[in-house]
């Protein structure tokens, strides 16, 4: 069709239209995309298996269907549904708790509000505009009936078909099995295997305990809610016919070897949102990473949706890891990266303009402001602007006005003199008390309260402190006077040195470690130029490739610094 609506109702001709873009058809309201080329007039066309039957502008051919492998669009569909996830807060060993979460999928366009009458403690509504910059998690009741959304207003008819359908319960006569995610895992598809040395969260009603437990399995129990009990569960990372045999009893599933993991390598993402949507500046070079365990399966193929396109590109994939793959620079828009062998195995990026106001980006974030030139400043934890602005801070040069972090964020603020090996900790974590909407404290309140214990701690002098996030980084200072502020001049470039200090902020916490092989690479690499930085960055490199272990998550990024520091 040569027109379509776009996000503001209007008329749009496919000659004017921009690629990436969201469009909707005119007749039936379904989403489309621009198809253009060099070779071709530019035109519109349905989102596969999205335009209803009766539309008149619906010409169903198949083609996108003969070129994609049968699970291509497993992954996609995947996230793109409601789905169950379990998230366990296990900081503190006496208050072992978890929580269950319904996700709501993103929608596209209309106006109304999605309804789940079955929240934790009562019924929850979320307006649709809400759910247009990613899908939402809604608190749920642990039940073993099925939860049921509700969708009201204008909308796609598409988009309420996918949504309200029951989503089945918690399993009655058995577990529940779940990923393990400090962020949240979701539930597996019945029948879907389980991985060697992989974390996963079980939820079962009190009467179906499991009769006994593999020497080999580690366990971390949570409290009971009601009758439904959880834990948390590690299979060992070899082969053990005992935990093999008890997950085909108990868990009515087998056990593999694991597939390889996917990583976001470069640039580092700004956040993610509840339905697992990593965000990244739009124009910059992304770079995906291929690593596993020893023994994973390596997959031959993988496949890339850009914004607007249906069908996947197909990238044949080296038989060895880790691996690094480029997409390019993204556009505007949603892209998915998957494996076709194993299809929950992907990425989901959206890219997002610079200055976008429509988006929010919730990272962790320290802010400060200058009260002799009244300039506001702000920046990621592992920046390593920000441990100069931190220090600054200490000394009275600065103000610090408080920190901005994502929901489901511990804070790890830990301190010791210089005379002192043993760190004292303070972890700050929500509360457990409070309404549905906000579980417990507010996130407000929380944020506020992560605030005033950093500002407390930066009063201190004769110290070391650590401001630790997990995953979203950290950072550590000595908290000595200085006489002057210095701010030297370096030769990497800022987003470079900000990746490196995330990458040191890395824990690891036993589990599978890099090979090494990525450190070595950047080693040599290092050798011939390493004199051409200056000291800062020079002593930063030495702590790099100088540190003995690291995760295993960390090679692909390794591997992909090695690269772009030898073109520096």
């Not at 890219?351 to 200058?370: H, K, M, Q």
């Not at 000394?395 to 994502?406: D, E, K, M, W």
Request: glycine share 8%.
């Amino acid at each position: 069709m040569r027109y379509a609506k776009d996000r503001n109702g209007r008329l749009i001709d496919a000659s004017n239209a921009v690629p990436g873009r969201r469009y909707w058809c005119p007749n039936c309201g379904a989403p489309c995309h621009l198809r253009s080329g060099d070779r071709r007039v530019p035109y519109f066309a349905h989102n596969s298996g999205q335009a209803a039957e009766d539309c008149d502008l619906y010409h169903p051919g198949g083609y996108w269907l003969g070129e994609m492998p049968p699970n291509s669009s497993d992954y996609r569909s995947l996230y793109r549904s409601p789905s169950l996830y379990v998230l366990c807060s296990d900081i503190w060993p006496r208050e072992r708790e978890w929580r269950l979460f319904l996700l709501i999928p993103e929608v596209e366009a209309g106006t109304g509000s999605v309804k789940v009458p079955t929240g934790y403690r009562g019924s929850v509504t979320l307006p649709l505009s809400s759910l247009m910059r990613g899908g939402k998690r809604v608190q749920v009741r642990p039940q073993y009936t099925s939860y049921q959304i509700n969708v009201q207003g204008q909308v796609d008819h598409v988009y309420v078909a996918r949504v309200e359908r029951s989503i089945a319960g918690l399993n009655r006569y058995g577990c529940s099995v779940f990923r393990y995610s400090p962020a949240g895992g979701r539930r597996l598809q019945d029948g879907q295997s389980l991985y060697w040395g992989r974390e996963y969260v079980l939820v079962w009603p009190a009467d179906y305990e499991p009769e006994w437990w593999p020497h080999l399995l580690g366990r971390r129990p949570m409290r009971p809610d009601g009758i439904w009990h959880c834990c948390i569960i590690r299979l060992p990372d070899e082969r053990d016919q005992q935990t093999k045999a008890w997950v085909s009893q108990f868990l009515r599933r087998e056990v593999k070897e694991p597939p390889v993991i996917m990583t976001l390598t470069s640039p580092v993402p700004a956040s993610w949102l509840d339905d697992e949507v990593l965000v990244v500046p739009a124009g910059s070079e992304v770079v995906v990473g291929l690593f596993g365990e020893p023994g994973a399966n390596i997959p031959s193929v993988l496949e890339i949706a850009y914004p607007g396109q249906e069908a996947g590109q197909r990238v044949d994939l080296p038989r060895r890891l880790p691996v690094l793959v480029s997409l390019g620079r993204l556009m505007p828009g949603r892209t998915e990266v998957w494996l076709p062998e194993y299809p929950d195995v992907g990425l989901s990026l959206v890219a997002v303009p610079p200055g976008t106001a429509s988006v929010e980006l919730p990272s962790v974030i320290l802010r400060f402001d200058n009260p002799s030139t009244g300039d506001f400043l702000e920046g990621p934890v592992f920046s390593s602007q920000v441990s100069d602005w931190l220090n600054e801070a200490a000394n009275g040069h600065l103000r610090f006005n408080g920190v901005s972090l994502p929901e489901r964020t511990a804070a790890f603020l830990r301190y010791r003199t210089h005379g002192d090996m043993v760190w004292k900790e303070v972890i700050l974590s929500r509360s457990t008390e409070g309404e549905d909407e906000a579980f417990g404290e507010p996130h407000d309140q929380f944020k506020q309260r992560v605030s005033d214990a950093i500002r407390a701690l930066l009063s201190r002098t004769g110290c070391i402190l650590q401001i630790d996030f997990g995953n979203f980084g950290s950072v550590t200072l000595d908290l000595m006077p200085k006489q002057k502020r210095t701010v030297a001049a370096t030769s990497l470039r800022p987003e470079l040195r900000d990746q490196i200090h995330w990458l040191l902020s890395l824990p690891h916490n036993g589990g599978p470690s890099a090979s090494g092989d990525g450190v070595r690479l950047l080693r040599r690499r290092l050798e011939q130029i390493l004199a051409r930085f200056d000291a800062p960055d020079r002593d930063m490199l030495l702590t790099l490739v100088r540190r003995p272990v690291w995760p295993a998550a960390a090679e692909p990024h390794l591997r992909w610094l090695a690269q772009i520091i030898s073109r520096s």
